[in-house]
């Protein structure tokens, strides 16, 4: 079974640029996961799509993240402008069952310089 | 905040020891989760408790809940260099709710 894929692995860019972030999950896993992991601390929920529908988005910045799933498949977060702060891991993470075992991609590591 | 808070922050033993990590939270849980994280790596799933249960082993893991103290402790046997790793505890609540990580402990053991 092929796992979580992310890309890119790694990015760098200045404050007030814009950058993306792919994720294509498990094959059959309806609910997909974006946290965030900032050094040294715990992730922290930014999104979680149930097909290509929002489930949870109250801790997603909305005035500058944003975040689709379409044809309830991949699904791409967006930050933008970005800001020093938002330097952190960026994880996708689906699941079969909402709650059970979740599976996560290697993630990607943003630096915002 | 956070739901779960690992106890210790860190941690460091010798190989062939036992480790214990513990983990505290605040609400009612459907569920609580293991994860392990090797450095610069995403979340592996290790083992979960459903709430009704008080004592699950899987290998060299052996996990416990009590819901009368809002408490779980993930034992590992026989520590290996392999189980170097941040381990981090998470929550699931009823249905609607997300699972929620706690700050994790970073566990080293040495060989």
């Known amino acids: 079974e092929a796992g979580v894929a992310q890309s890119p692995r790694y990015k760098i860019i200045e404050k007030r640029q814009s950058v993306a972030f792919w994720c294509n999950p498990i094959?059959?896993?309806?609910?997909l996961y974006w946290y965030q992991q900032i050094l040294g601390q715990g992730p922290k929920l930014l999104i979680q799509?149930?097909?290509?529908?929002?489930?949870?988005d109250s801790q997603l910045p909305k005035d500058r993240f944003s975040a689709e799933r379409l044809k309830g498949v991949d699904s791409t977060l967006k930050i933008q402008p970005a800001k020093l702060e938002d330097s952190a891991v960026y994880l996708c993470?689906?699941?079969?069952?909402?709650?059970?075992?979740?599976?996560f991609g290697s993630g990607t590591r943003l630096t915002v310089v | 905040s956070q739901q779960g808070e690992e106890d210790p922050q860190a941690l460091s033993i010798q190989e062939g020891e036992n480790a214990t990590m513990n983990c505290s939270y605040k609400?009612?849980?459907?569920?609580l989760q293991w994860y392990r994280q090797n450095s610069g790596r995403g979340l592996v799933h290790l083992i979960l408790?459903?709430?009704?249960?008080r004592e699950k082993h899987s290998g060299r893991l052996r996990v416990t809940l009590d819901t009368s103290k809002k408490s779980s402790s993930l034992l590992i046997t026989a520590s290996r260099a392999a189980d170097t790793a941040s381990y981090f505890c998470?929550?699931?609540?009823?249905?609607?709710?997300?699972?929620?990580f706690g700050e994790g402990t970073q566990l080293t053991v040495n060989p």
């Open positions: 993470a689906s699941s079969l069952v909402d709650h059970y075992g979740y599976t």
């Open positions: 094959s059959g896993h309806a609910t």
């Open positions: 799509f149930q097909n290509n529908g929002v489930v949870d």
């Open positions: 609400t009612s849980i459907n569920n």
């Open positions: 408790i459903r709430s009704n249960e």
């Open positions: 998470a929550t699931a609540g009823y249905s609607g709710s997300r699972l929620t």
